[in-house]
């Protein structure tokens, strides 16, 4: 069975720190990209960053500014974010998904999502 389980969320002052986890299940990780998305209530989900190990390309979101950073433990099938200088508007349900590729439209196996609170 292929599973993706977020977890790393929590509640944070602004500025402060957060490192989410994707740990994956039931399918050859090196095969696929990693995404992370985010959805804010009454906003459409976003993508936030994508890693893709068989390619060897890192994307992130617009939005990011350097602020986070993107990796992968092979050996432990877990894709990390590491989100520094959290904002307010940074408030989200994250979630992650595999597909093909980063520039895929076919993300699939959606965690249950962990969610991030910035305090301002």
């Known amino acids: 069975e292929v599973q993706l389980v977020e977890s790393g969320g929590g509640l944070v002052q602004a500025g402060g720190s957060l490192r989410l986890s994707c740990e994956a299940s039931?399918?050859?990780?090196?095969?696929?990209?990693i995404g992370w998305f985010r959805q804010a209530p009454g906003k459409e989900r976003e993508g936030v960053s994508c890693?893709?190990?068989?390619?060897?390309?890192?994307f992130y979101g617009d939005f990011v500014l350097g602020r986070f950073t993107i990796s992968s433990d092979n050996a432990k099938n877990t894709v990390y974010l590491q989100m520094n200088s959290l904002q307010p508007e940074d408030t989200a349900t994250y979630y992650c998904?595999?597909?093909?590729?980063?520039?895929?439209?076919?993300?699939?196996?959606w965690g249950q999502g962990t969610q991030v609170t910035v305090s301002s």
């Open positions: 890693i893709s190990n068989s390619e060897g390309r890192i």
């Open positions: 039931g399918f050859i990780f090196d095969d696929y990209a």
């Open positions: 998904a595999r597909d093909d590729h980063c520039s895929g439209y076919g993300w699939r196996d």
